[in-house]
């Protein structure tokens, strides 16, 4: 082959590739584009593949009024992705000698109960310290509660329970070593260094000029319903984090793959859910949510990408757009989502039951090309679970009756229906026709354990 050939040949090899990914870029922008468009993803997005990013967009308002354009300037707080920082902290201290993961947890905090003589700092961040469940807003309320605390779930290492409690542990030590807030801990020793810019929390409840407010499908404001006191992160500063994270710039492979490790395969790492191949990292992928914010981060080595996605208007549609961007990545076929029925009517059963029916029925008679209709017996059955929550027991009732007529053949689904018809008669004080629920549930499906359970209660008294 002569030197012309081989360089006219190289020129349509790299062009090919060029066409091939500007392609891809033009599916992804058509995805995100309608996704917005049908009302399932207001927020940020970053794809990016070896090193480059070949597709970044920024669709939908920052706030509730709708008063600014949404922009990847804004910030977000990510939910449990944010646990990542605390536990490559505490692996960023272990590796600079500053602690051992085998310490005891009491070695450098001394207000704790004799329990933390037997929890060692690598139990906090596998969460299997057997600490319970907790999840308060303040400092503060967590060493109240944690004080409180007078015996361990399970003895530690031998169990998993996804407490905030871990995570508060973790930034405790950090302080404790070293002597300053976990705020600036971060910004000195991790995010100044890779440029990012974000990790500010809200004061009084009062959000800055760019940190993005959250909304309802409503457009009612959710932004604080659960407490606050997270940081928060534009798109870039996430981006920036993954791609130093899996690229040796903060912590050692060896670190990270030990970050990665989950207790059994129904549980989640410090990182998330990640795969790997002889201690390296395959794919990593992290999901985080609050106050309608959410947010996914994803990274494959095979090809280098990183994408991320960030929504101040949660839908519950970030993994599932995620999956499409993937697929579209990989050339392989993706279908448009669809809005979910669960999320569009809760909120005005709730408001107005006859209004919010009427509503349910329209989008059934005329938009099923925009709501998502393959599961609407577990939406309805969503949506009457919303209700019992907020003791709307009797209008609870008619949507679960609803479900049971939407595919007949899921006993398993039908029967879950009649059992919470039965909660509900029971929270009302109707005793004949809740055991009478219990009674069809169990009948209609013999494994349904809850209905068997409270029966054999019920024949007792």
């Known amino acids: 082959m002569n030197t012309k050939t081989y360089f006219i040949l190289l020129l349509s090899f790299k062009f090919l590739i060029i066409t091939s990914q500007s392609h891809k870029t033009r599916q992804i922008d058509d995805l995100i584009t ?44 990510v939910g449990s992705i944010s646990k990542e920082f605390n536990s490559v902290g505490i692996l960023y201290l272990k590796e600079k000698g500053k602690l051992k993961l085998e310490d005891k947890v ?17 139990d906090l961040v596998e969460y299997t310290s057997g600490l ?35 995570i508060f542990l973790q930034q405790e030590i950090i302080r404790n070593i070293s002597l300053m807030s976990y705020s600036d801990f971060l910004k000195k020793n991790l995010f100044l260094k890779l440029k990012i810019k974000g990790g500010e929390i809200p004061k009084d409840a009062i959000l800055s000029q760019n940190m993005a407010g959250s909304f309802d499908n409503d457009f009612k404001e959710t932004t604080f319903i659960h407490g ?62 609050g106050n309608n914010y959410e947010s996914f981060v994803y990274y494959n080595s095979e090809n280098d990408t990183i994408f991320i996605l960030m929504t101040n208007n949660q839908n519950f549609k970030v993994s599932e757009i995620a999956d499409c961007i993937q697929n579209i990545l990989n050339s392989k076929p993706f279908s448009f989502l669809k809005k979910s029925i669960y999320l569009d009517i809760r909120g005005k059963l709730l408001h107005n039951f006859s209004e919010g029916m009427a509503y349910y029925k329209e989008i059934k008679s005329s938009k099923k090309e925009i709501y998502d209709f393959s599961n609407e017996g577990l939406d309805l059955i969503n949506s009457a679970k919303y209700l019992m929550r907020r003791n709307k027991f009797e209008d609870a009732i ?49 494994n349904n354990k809850q209905a068997e359970n409270v029966l054999k209660v019920m024949m007792k008294n």
């Open 228 to 289: 606050g006191g997270e940081m928060y992160f534009t798109i870039g500063d996430i981006y920036r984090w993954e791609k130093a994270l899996h690229s040796g710039k903060i912590i050692s492979d060896l670190s990270l793959f030990y970050l990665g490790k989950s207790f059994d395969k129904n549980t989640e790492s410090s990182l998330g859910n990640v795969q790997y191949n002889n201690y390296k990292v395959l794919e990593h992928s992290h999901q985080g949510s």
């Open 132 to 166: 319970p469940q907790m999840s308060k807003n303040s400092d503060s309320e967590y060493i109240s509660e944690i004080k409180k605390i007078q015996k361990l779930e399970f003895s530690p290492g031998s169990g998993y329970i996804y407490s905030n409690a871990n």
């Open 398 to 446: 008619k949507i679960l009756d609803l479900s049971t007529n939407v595919d007949l053949t899921d006993k398993s689904r039908i029967s879950n229906a009649l059992f919470l018809i039965g909660e509900c008669y029971f929270k009302i004080n109707d005793l004949e026709m809740s055991k009478s629920f219990y009674e069809q549930a169990f009948a209609l499906d013999s």
């Open 106 to 122: 009491s070695d450098y905090i001394n207000y704790l109960p004799d329990w933390a003589n037997k929890i060692q700092i690598k």
């Open 34 to 77: 309608e996704a917005n468009k049908i009302g399932i993803f207001n927020g940020n997005v970053i794809v990016s593949q070896k090193g480059n990013i070949i597709y970044q967009n920024a669709l939908g308002f920052s706030d509730y009024k709708k008063s600014k354009k949404l922009t990847e300037l804004f910030s977000m707080p």
